[in-house]
């Protein structure tokens, strides 16, 4: 009952402006000087509850005072609307005629009265005026129902020259705060709009504060500078009135919902598996690597923590377990706060990684005596077992390949040297000067023919991408080459060259083949000289990647990318070797003895 109380009583102050007036008590004698009063003012009207409760203040109405008679006037008001509570209540044109007026001086002057049926009830409606000069001011009584409600409205205003603009338009609407992204725009639909950042609060959105540029002697409501709600989506009105009165232009003003609908970030956090982090594509594709390790088990559990556009809402949400094995694509949808940009992102496995860590080590041939026990990393094999067989002719007094704690990370990495091994013809076999320590994925069986025994390559049933890993050398101080082919039965006659610094080389190999021989290892390229057979010149290559490269102190982290000689072809059958050699033509039986590479943290990416 309050409410429509309230409701009506605003209906009542802007109609009872406009109530016949008494013509009880016309004073003869004003002909001639009702012309004086007539024209358009313009002004500001208050409303209070009887007796002094303030209910809307300063709202701006026009007023037109007309001629009725040579003694009476008329008083007129088009498209009034009133503003209570914050609420606008339109309530039309409103008019009325014979008005009488009275000459006191200067000062002329009007009362009237007037008993209504509103629909709050009867209203008893009292109506007192002056214009003075320019200036105009108005005094209305309402008593509803027999003093149920009493309403008293004061209005001022100055009579208008004629020449004032009907303008009645919002230039600029700006703020002054950090919150704000993107500064409001004017649209043509009389809106405006602002985006604030990602981190605005709703206790931010309540602070703003605009700054309101207007046409010239227009006014705007509520002012610039005043402190609005912008918070959950609120659209705040303002009313903008132009000079002459004529035009009020209503704009609605709110924070932009945001239209992004992008995926920022995407990871699987602290999980063992993931070898590479999933990265965000152009084409909208999330793709990353794990562990060749994974099971199936450990792909259906994978749980991503995802971040998005501000606002944005996404499904599958973050924080749930997908399932990416055999391959799955899994599909995340995101659609932007004001539901206009949806976005589709498929995120799956791009490859597998094998990760060479180098902890473990294991006794690759244990002797009678510690001092002939020589190990290897765990998945590796060595020319150690050539080395050994030199040892154990006292031609040498170490291993090619040992463990080191000098690692990258962890407690070892790979140590790779090459060694003296005196050079002799022993009759059965040569010894050669140099032997280069050569550490591999494959395996190694014994054959007189030294370079044969190295049998390249491990079955691989994914495409090789590229290797990373770190790496440390130092170059030995005497350089020896041998001079004569073919250098295998020569390779005891080594001689120095000084214009020659040893180098090292890693390898990546990947080779075609019809079958897995685990036993002979028959189909595997060896380092031999044939060049059909040999690991670096088969026609079986199908991709190949080579590091070679000097001396250096510090590690160094390198990436060795494949380049393709063939097609890589699903259907076909590869193994494929990744080959480490502390000089890089030990093949030859070339190299400096003392020269050592260091190896660790190995990553193979796979597609």
């Given amino acids: ?44 009207m208050d409303v209070y509850y009887e007796p002094n409760v303030e209910i809307a203040k300063g709202m701006q109405q026009k007023i037109t005072i007309k001629k009725s008679s040579d003694t009476s006037i008329g008083l007129e008001l088009k498209n009034f609307v009133i503003t209570v509570g914050g609420a606008p209540i339109t309530i039309g044109d409103l008019a009325i005629d014979n008005c009488p007026l009275k000459v006191e001086g200067d000062k002329y002057s009007f009362t009237g009265n007037a008993d209504l049926d509103l629909v709050v009830g009867k209203c008893a409606v009292s109506v007192e005026g002056a214009i003075n000069g320019e200036d105009i001011e108005l005094i209305i009584k309402v008593n509803v129902n027999n003093d149920l409600m009493k309403v008293r409205v004061e209005y001022k205003g100055k009579k208008m020259t ?17 919150i704000i ?13 602002f985006k604030v950042a990602e981190t605005a609060t709703d206790d931010d959105l309540k602070a703003l504060k605009p700054i309101i540029t207007i046409s010239e002697n227009a006014t705007v409501t509520p002012e610039s500078g005043v402190t609005q709600d912008f918070s959950g989506n609120k659209v705040v009105i303002y009313k903008v009135t132009s000079e002459d009165g004529t035009t009020v232009t209503e704009y609605k003003v709110s924070a932009r919902k945001s239209s992004d609908a992008l995926i920022t970030s995407f990871v699987f956090e602290n999980n063992p598996i993931v070898a590479e982090q999933p990265v965000i594509n152009e084409d909208n594709t999330i793709t990353f690597k794990v562990k060749a390790s994974a099971t199936a088990d450990d792909l259906k559990a994978l749980v991503p923590t995802i971040t998005y556009s501000h606002k944005a809402t996404i499904a599958p949400e973050s924080g749930v377990a997908q399932d990416f094995s055999d391959n799955k694509k899994v599909i995340y949808t995101v659609t932007s706060e004001d539901g206009t940009v949806i976005k589709e992102y498929q995120v799956f496995i791009s490859g597998t990684e094998d990760v060479y860590d180098f902890e473990k080590w294991l006794p ?41 704690d000098d690692s990258h990370s962890g407690t070892a990495a790979a140590k790779i040297q090459s060694i003296d091994t005196k050079g002799q013809d022993l009759g059965i076999a040569k010894a050669p000067k140099v032997t280069t320590g050569s550490l591999f994925l494959g395996k190694f069986k014994t054959d007189f023919n030294t370079l044969n025994s190295t049998k390249f390559g491990i079955p691989c049933k994914e495409k090789p991408i590229s290797l990373r890993g770190w790496y440390k050398y130092t170059p030995g101080d005497v350089y020896y080459i041998v001079n004569t082919k073919p250098y295998k039965e020569h390779c005891h006659e080594a001689v120095v060259d000084e214009t020659k610094v040893d180098e090292f080389m890693i390898s990546v ?36 990647g080579q590091l070679i490269g000097g001396a250096q102190t510090d590690w160094k982290k390198f990436e060795l990318p494949l380049e393709w000689k063939k097609q890589y072809d699903t259907n076909k059958k590869y193994r494929m070797t990744i080959a480490c050699s502390s000089s890089k033509d030990g093949d030859k039986f070339w190299g400096a003895p003392g020269s050592t590479l260091i190896v660790d943290d190995f990553e193979l990416i796979k597609e």
Wanted: net charge negative; glycine share 8%.
């Fill in 1 to 44: 009952m309050k409410k429509n109380l309230f409701y009506l009583f605003a209906l009542i102050c802007s109609m009872s402006l406009f109530t016949a007036c008494s013509d009880d008590d016309e004073a003869p004698g004003n002909s001639g000087v009702v012309g004086e009063v007539v024209g358009d003012y313009k002004g500001l």
């Fill in 509 to 544: 190999v990947l080779y075609e083949t019809t079958a897995y021989d685990e036993i002979g290892w028959s189909d595997c390229l060896t380092g031999t000289d044939e060049e059909e057979k040999n690991i670096y010149t088969s026609s079986r290559i199908a991709a190949i």
């Fill in 162 to 178: 004629g020449n004032e603009s009907s303008e009645a338009l919002i230039k600029e609407f700006k703020f002054d705060s950090d």
């Fill in 364 to 404: 690759g041939v244990e002797g009678q005596e510690p001092e002939n026990t020589f190990y290897e990393a765990e998945g590796w094999a060595s020319s150690n077992t050539g080395a050994h067989f030199l040892k154990g002719f006292n031609l040498t007094d170490s291993y090619v390949i040992m463990q080191t």
């Fill in 181 to 193: 992204a993107e500064q409001p725009v004017i649209n043509e639909d009389k809106t405006i709009t």
